[in-house]
């Protein structure tokens, strides 16, 4: 149920916006950029951002913080210095969406809180929260009259002009990932972790959904379907583009059939967004990277790597972005975007230049690159890579386990099992780093990688086990690899091939990891983890 909190002026009156007394912008130093580079970074408040949205005139950049406690912060285009910035409670953190024809801004704090602001006259309209809700997704309309509040498996259809909850759908199975209102704005899609996309009246009644086919690279023996991480809508109704791992969809939204799916996806796409006119599509995620589409012919059309790393890169460039992007925008014009995530940046890049760039009417400067062409493979089956970095990938069988920006970590007696099951001939690799006293494991059912008791030795454990011992160190990151064919396995170490053992063959095997036995005293660290699969 929704509750009105608050309606007045913004200064005096709102518990928690003090958005516009500009003093609460900090003050620092900013970074400069030669002209001929497409990009200008934007001064964050060393603040970590999760979403973005540009408001309908293009004017006003808004942007929610990973801080504790949240903030919602301001840029006054074009100007790079933050203008404002308000608190919005404890992480973790909602979503913000302007108006797309209004001067609207609405904020949903980690409590599922709105905050309707009149960006026109600088005040608060209102305040409304849902009781007992988590954090969830926000779609605003064209007007800024109604919105689609996801949280937590249900979804509201707010009239944002009285807070009254038009309707309300158990939507899901699982956390939504994603809401977008359709032509017209009578109707609204959710979409979710169960792998389903659902269309709902503004009654709240279903209108049916969408069947996704399984992607081409999806893991083998696959139980379920794959979550899905983020989705996004073309300004005229006419397209959907769906994200899960390592796939990216295109969809026409009247016949509901699927248009394209796109090469070269992010590992994990934490955002996606259209082009004004629907012509391009924008993904950010993991690993850092951005890749941009031709939406009407679905081809990659130029991939954008994390930081600058041409030899003729100058002295000085700026690096791009460095860790996990998180949220990207479109300005109305489309002729620019911005782009923002956990490394502390906020990025407008120019699109004309970018798109010069790919067809190599730009400076050899620019940090772009298409996507190289894939080695033709040795091997006479194909293979499909699958990452399992995530712990959601994984069911926790004992101890402590966190995960922290692509590293699984365990503490003390600890176990992970993999929730898909793989063939026989699978190639295990990850970094592997041991902090302290304890003894890393990594099963294939019959046979183990990892080291026993107190020897801080890395080896490879099964029937007719033989080579040599790896001694390690504490606190240095090791390259691990094992390979699995018919009844041999074979362990590497930085490249280097250490032992073989003759496990028993399966149809199919489970991946545990382990970052300790009973008598650890310390933890593990497990990055980049991949199975190379044959399909």
């Known amino acids: 149920m929704f509750r009105m909190i608050h309606v007045g002026s913004l200064a005096i009156r709102s518990r928690y916006w003090l958005l516009f007394v500009l003093a609460l912008a900090v003050a620092g130093p900013l970074q400069t950029v030669r002209a001929a580079e497409p990009w200008t970074k934007f001064y964050t408040g060393d603040s970590e951002i999760s979403a973005l949205s540009i408001s309908y005139d293009g004017k006003s950049l808004s942007a929610i913080s990973r801080s504790d406690p949240m903030r919602m912060l301001l840029w006054e285009l074009p100007k790079p210095e933050l203008s404002g ?4 409670g404890s992480p973790p953190p909602g979503g913000i969406a302007f108006a797309a024809n209004a001067p609207i801004l609405v904020c949903q704090d980690s409590r ?15 305040e409304w929260e849902i009781e007992d809700s988590d954090v969830g997704k926000l779609a605003v309309a064209n007007d800024g009259r109604h919105a ?17 909850v038009v309707a309300k759908v158990e939507a899901h199975a699982d956390r ?6 359709l032509a017209g704005e009578k109707s609204f899609l959710t979409a979710a972790r169960d792998g389903r996309v659902r269309f709902w009246t503004m009654a709240g009644e279903s209108a049916g959904e969408l069947v996704l086919p399984t992607p081409a690279n999806a893991p083998p023996a696959l139980e379920k379907p794959l979550p899905i991480q983020a989705v996004a809508t073309s300004r005229d109704g006419k397209r959907l583009a769906i994200a899960r791992e390592r796939s990216v969809s295109l969809w026409d939204l009247a016949t509901r059939k699927q248009l394209h799916e796109l090469p070269a996806a992010l590992e994990f796409q934490r955002d996606l967004a259209f082009s004004p006119d629907g012509k391009w599509l924008i993904g950010v995620g993991y690993p850092r990277d951005i890749r941009i589409w031709n939406a009407d012919s679905g081809k ?15 002295s000085g460039a700026l690096a791009v972005h460095t860790e996990d992007v998180q949220a990207v925008a479109f300005t109305p014009d489309g002729k620019s975007f911005f782009t923002a995530g956990t490394d502390k940046t906020v990025v407008k890049w120019t699109l004309a230049e970018l798109l010069a760039s790919a067809n190599m009417a730009a400076t050899p400067t620019l940090p772009v690159t298409s996507t190289p062409a894939k080695p ?15 712990l959601d990938q994984f069911e926790v069988i004992r101890g402590e386990w966190k995960e922290e920006r692509g590293r699984l970590i365990g503490s003390g007696n600890s176990r992970i099992n993999s929730k898909a099951r793989f063939p026989n001939d699978v190639t295990f690799r990850c970094k592997l780093k041991v902090n302290g006293p304890t003894n890393p494991r990594i099963r294939f059912d019959s046979f183990h990688f990892g080291y026993e008791g107190d020897r801080q030795e890395f080896f490879l454990h099964g029937p007719k086990a033989e080579g040599e011992r790896f001694s390690f160190r504490f606190g240095q990151q090791y390259a691990i690899e094992v390979r699995v064919r018919g009844e041999t396995a074979t362990l590497l ?6 032992a073989q053992s003759q496990p028993k063959q399966n149809s199919q095997r489970m991946i545990s990891i382990e970052a300790g036995g009973r008598q650890s005293r310390s933890s593990a660290e497990f990055s980049e983890v991949q199975v190379i699969a044959a399909e």
Request: hydrophobic share 40%; charged share 25%.
């Open 493 to 498: 170490i930085d490249g280097k091939q250490i």
């Open 300 to 314: 990659l059309t130029i991939a954008i790597p994390r930081e600058p790393d041409n030899d003729s890169i100058a």
């Open 176 to 181: 939504l990932t994603g809401v977008a209102l």
């Open 376 to 390: 033709p493979s040795t091997d006479s089956q194909q293979q499909s890579t699958i990452r399992l970095d995530r």
């Open 112 to 126: 599922a809180r709105l905050t309707v602001l009149d960006m026109r006259r600088r005040r608060v309209f209102g």
């Open 148 to 164: 689609v509040l996801g949280a937590a498996t249900r979804a509201w259809w707010v009239d944002l002009t009285t807070g009254r």
């Open 85 to 88: 910035a308000a608190p919005l």
